[in-house]
């Protein structure tokens, strides 16, 4: 159990153009799911808290206009990239945080999708 | 910055021998968890040691916490190969918004 997916896996698109991520926890209802951005061989870098029903919580120096956050539903958090730059070319990770029943603060994290920005 | 450092930033070691890593962190912590990445691909959760816990095992896999230095170590023994990875540790920060912030990482390579 504990499965969450992101889709696509790997994305290439123009400059310009936005691109949206899904992400999807496939067998729990998770009330918050979190968004992280890695840029080769560095670490995993937070970038906004998403509640579901609630606008998202956006870390230090990320855009919240560039950077479209939906929690739609307990299982369902997008990303989306809009009007799409060469430097937003990285690796993207979601990240979901069970509703009920964890002993701690359990999260389970997506395979990630790769988006290449020509 | 919220984020943990680790050290060493790489590590190469031959098959057989142990590789050791540590974290640093910066606030108080309720626990540390350790995750593996392999090169392009998604987190793996290792371990999470509480705070409460001085040592934790599993499998090959053994973790120290020492809440006076803020720190943990993740000692992986009989290294193999497929050890080959990026080693991170993860706290959480920010009280009850409790988000999980990744350390800098420790690239793992085990030569056959």
């Known amino acids: 159990g504990a499965v969450v997916s992101q889709h696509p896996s790997w994305v290439i698109c123009k400059s310009g153009t936005s691109v949206k991520i899904e992400c999807r926890s496939l067998?729990?209802?998770?009330?918050?799911m979190f968004w992280y951005r890695q840029f080769p061989k560095q670490s995993l870098m937070l970038m906004a808290t998403?509640?579901?029903?609630?606008?998202?919580?956006?870390e230090q120096g990320v855009e919240k206009d560039k950077f479209l956050i939906n929690h739609a539903s307990l299982t369902l958090s997008t990303l989306t990239v809009t009007s799409a730059h060469p430097e937003d070319s990285s690796f993207y990770i979601c990240?979901?945080?069970?509703?009920?029943?964890?002993?701690?603060?359990?999260?389970?994290f997506g395979p990630g999708t790769r988006l290449t920005v020509l | 910055s919220q984020q943990g450092e680790e050290d060493p930033q790489a590590l190469s070691i031959q098959e057989g021998e142990n590789a050791t890593m540590n974290c640093s962190y910066k606030?108080?912590?309720?626990?540390l968890q350790w995750y593996r990445q392999n090169s392009g691909r998604g987190l793996v959760h290792l371990i999470l040691?509480?705070?409460?816990?001085r040592e934790k095992h599993s499998g090959r896999l053994r973790v120290t916490l020492d809440t006076s230095k803020k720190s943990s170590s993740l000692l992986i023994t009989a290294s193999r190969a497929a050890d080959t990875a990026s080693y991170f540790c993860?706290?959480?920060?920010?009280?009850?918004?409790?988000?999980?912030?990744f350390g800098t990482g420790t690239l793992l390579a085990v030569q056959p």
């Open positions: 998403s509640n579901e029903g609630s606008k998202a919580t956006y």
């Open positions: 993860a706290t959480y920060y920010g009280g009850a918004t409790n988000k999980l912030i």
């Open positions: 606030t108080s912590i309720n626990n």
């Open positions: 040691i509480r705070s409460n816990e």
């Open positions: 990240s979901a945080r069970r509703l009920a029943g964890a002993h701690y603060n359990e999260q389970f």
């Open positions: 067998d729990f209802q998770a009330t918050t």
